[in-house]
């Protein structure tokens, strides 16, 4: 059964951290590149950082530098550490290959408020 299962997320204040991790079952976790995607109220789900089965990364600009994404091929998992947090960072974070072509998760809500 394909799944992504999202976790991590939180309130943190402006400035903050947060680590949020994603696990996927049922693929060929190491074949895909992935990705990291976020939805703010109101708004279109958008792609926020992206890694390539090499490792290779994109990030959006609204994140570069204050986002990373990682992945772990033996636990099929991708991560993705998020400094500097800001208000507008505040949405339901999603995770999925970089054609969204799987199932999407529950994904794991990020609120930066003071």
């Known amino acids: 059964q394909v799944q992504l299962v999202e976790s991590g997320g939180g309130l943190v204040q402006p400035g903050g951290s947060l680590r949020l991790s994603c696990a996927a079952s049922g693929i060929a976790f190491r074949i895909y590149h992935m990705a990291w995607y976020r939805q703010a109220p109101g708004k279109q789900r958008e792609v926020i950082a992206r890694i390539s089965t090499d490792g290779s990364t994109y990030y959006a600009d609204s994140v570069k530098g204050r986002f990373t994404i990682s992945r772990d091929n033996a636990k099929n998992m991708v991560h993705l550490q998020m400094s500097s947090l800001k208000p507008e960072d505040t949405a339901i974070y999603y995770c999925?290959?970089?054609?969204?072509?799987?199932?999407w998760g529950q994904g794991t809500q990020v609120t930066v408020s003071s």
């Open positions: 999925n290959l970089v054609t969204r072509s799987l199932p």
